[in-house]
T-cell receptor
Framework: EPEVTQTPSHQVTQMGQEVILRCVPI?????FYWYRQILGQKVEFLVS????????KSEIFDDQFSVERPDGSNFTLKIRSTKLEDSAMYFC???????????FGPGTRLTVL | DAKTTQPPSMDCAEGRAANLPCNHS???????VYWYRQIHSQGPQYIIH???NNETNEMASLIITEDRKSSTLILPHATLRDTAVYYC????????????????FGKGTLLTVNP
């Protein structure tokens, strides 16, 4: 069964550094999402991406965040200058055009020191 | 904010049916109810969704009341591996065109299946 994959599984970085989290959505999917979950808290929506543009973003998704689909298979989330409070699990999800279901990847644990 | 209310925790005996309730009294007529679960810190796993009618798949059944203000997820024969946080979510449309949506997670129900 096709799955969403994410790399790396765990990323440790210093505060102020840039990080790029990578996702490979399910191959025929056209809608892409990022969510995050701070330890012990709820899963929060960050951004939705469709047709090579952001279709919705939350207030968390400020100028420090960006998303890109660089090569038709990967979907990336970049944090330009990480802060301690960016430490969280980041989940990528994807959905095909003809279905109502978002499928999530296993997540990347980001630790900012 | 999440538009749903769920009990924070429930217990169930292995092999028994687990019935997880959810209140969504402010749901609109065209909003779907989704159920996901999360085991430890893994990615949320889709279970089932519905609009008005009851739904069943290989994982679970979803019973939606006639007024659509509440629903119940039923795991017919719970196993230890079903121990997880279960989220009841009302889908929220985003962007233009009405074809896209986001999931707004609440705190969910921690279901513990006991031997």
């Amino acid at each position: 069964e096709p799955e969403v994959t994410q790399t790396p599984s765990h990323q440790v970085t210093q505060m102020g550094q840039e990080v790029i989290l990578r996702c490979v959505p399910i191959s025929n999917h056209l809608y892409f999402y990022w969510y995050r979950q701070i330890l012990g808290q709820k899963v929060e929506f960050l951004v939705s991406f469709y047709n090579n543009e952001i279709s919705e973003k939350s207030e968390i998704f400020d100028d420090q965040f960006s998303v890109e689909r660089p090569d038709g298979s990967n979907f990336t989330l970049k944090i330009r200058s990480t802060k301690l409070e960016d430490s969280a699990m980041y989940f990528c999800a994807s959905r095909s055009d003809g279905t109502d279901t978002q499928y999530f990847g296993p997540g990347t644990r980001l630790t900012v020191l | 904010d999440a538009k749903t209310t769920q009990p924070p925790s429930m217990d169930c005996a292995e092999g028994r049916a687990a019935n997880l309730p959810c209140n969504h009294s402010t749901i609109s007529g065209n909003e779907y109810v989704y159920w996901y679960r999360q085991i430890h810190s893994q990615g949320p796993q889709y279970i089932i969704h519905g609009l008005k009618n009851n739904e069943t798949n290989e994982m679970a059944s979803l019973i939606i009341t006639e007024d659509r203000k509440s629903s119940t997820l039923i795991l017919p024969h719970a196993t230890l591996r079903d121990t997880a946080v279960y989220y009841c979510i009302v889908r929220v449309s985003v962007g233009s065109g009405g074809s896209n949506y986001k999931l707004t997670f609440g705190k969910g129900t921690l279901l513990t299946v006991n031997p």
